[in-house]
């Protein structure tokens, strides 16, 4: 059997396995998209978000104290570092080759395009990184157990959000 007819045939294979499960999914209408677009932005601030599950977690006075202080500090810090990623993403789209590479028409500049993406991937991951450093500075304020149950929480409110029991 020739490779194209190998790779046709394994398409077909995983489609007809991949039916049965997307039939049952359904994708999310446009308000259980919102409220997974709002529950991911309170996940980016994560002493606000742990603050929103204090019976849960059995937080004490002194660790919502401790939270609120954090969560001001974050708070604070948020708009700084979103200008800092704004400001790297005009001085990177100035003059990119990238920019007149995206035209409708004309070469495609696919080393520019790479360079681009690379380049704004960068910005992505110092967001990503300093969101995980914030997470793991309020898990520090939590006690093992409490840390254990966060999993279970998040997932209850992910189900919460899309609207499943």
């Keep these: 059997m020739n490779l ?13 396995c991949a039916l049965p499960l997307a039939a049952q999914m359904t994708m999310p209408d446009s308000a259980q998209r919102a409220r997974l677009m709002v529950n991911a932005e309170r996940m980016s601030h994560p002493a606000e978000y742990i603050l ?8 004490t006075p002194h ?10 500090a974050l708070r604070d810090s948020v708009p700084v570092r979103m200008q800092r990623m704004r400001d ?13 590479a995206m035209a409708w028409s004309g070469p495609v ?21 300093n969101i995980v450093r914030d997470r793991h500075m309020v898990g520090e304020l ?17 189900m919460k959000m899309i609207g499943k029991p």
């Design 4 to 16: 194209s007819r190998l790779l046709v045939r394994t398409a077909a294979v995983t489609v007809m």
């Design 52 to 59: 929103g599950f204090k019976a849960e977690l059995s937080l």
């Design 63 to 72: 660790q919502v104290g401790l939270l609120e202080g954090v969560a001001k």
């Design 88 to 100: 790297a993403m005009v001085s990177t789209a100035k003059d990119s080759p990238a920019a007149a």
């Design 109 to 129: 500049d696919e080393k520019a395009i790479r360079a681009q993406a690379c380049t704004q991937s960068t910005g992505q991951v110092e967001a990503m990184i």
């Design 142 to 158: 939590l006690t093992e157990e409490q840390r254990a149950m966060l999993p279970m929480i998040e997932g209850q409110a992910m």
